[in-house]
């Protein structure tokens, strides 16, 4: 009750001020007045100045925050941490795909097929076609680069 007389009071002081201002032709300083002047009222009838009245004074709902505030202040410090540990999280999961792509089953056997390159490329000089009429040298010259 005492909330909402204060809204109240404070609410009558802004229109007041609000009608000063509009009698000195301020018009529009007035209107911004009066519109702010009008808040407290409202918020003292939506009820939510008895909710935030009543949130202040419950030492349940204020152990809740402290719980909140644990929580927030656990979940920095890991992070914090985390990222002291070494890298970016790209990182350290581009880490965790190589070990698993390198990870081999034990007593297996060796891959039939080597990395893909050969270890010392030969330099080929290239050759010009020798007619026109030679359209599949260029396709011929790839495909034996690649061994096909």
């Known amino acids: 009750m005492l909330a909402e007389t204060i809204c109240a009071a404070v609410s009558a ?17 007035a209107t911004r007045i009066a519109a702010y002047s ?19 004074f419950e030492p349940s709902i204020w152990a809740g925050f402290g719980l909140l505030a644990l929580a927030w202040v656990l ?6 941490v ?7 999280r790209k990182e350290r999961r581009a880490a965790a795909r190589a070990a698993r792509a390198d990870a081999v089953a ?25 007619s026109s009429g030679d359209d599949f040298s260029d396709i011929e010259a790839i495909l034996k680069k690649h061994g096909i």
């Open 38 to 56: 009008l808040v407290p009222i409202g918020l003292a009838l939506t009820g939510i100045v008895d909710w935030v009245a009543g949130i202040a």
């Open 13 to 29: 002081a802004g229109l007041g001020i609000a009608a000063v201002t509009a009698y000195r032709k301020r018009f529009l300083a």
């Open 106 to 130: 034990p007593g297996a056997s060796a891959p039939s097929l080597g990395a893909g390159t050969p270890a010392a490329p030969k330099a080929k000089p290239r050759r010009q076609p020798a």
């Open 75 to 80: 979940f920095t410090t890991t992070r914090a």
């Open 82 to 88: 985390e990222r002291r540990s070494g890298g970016t």
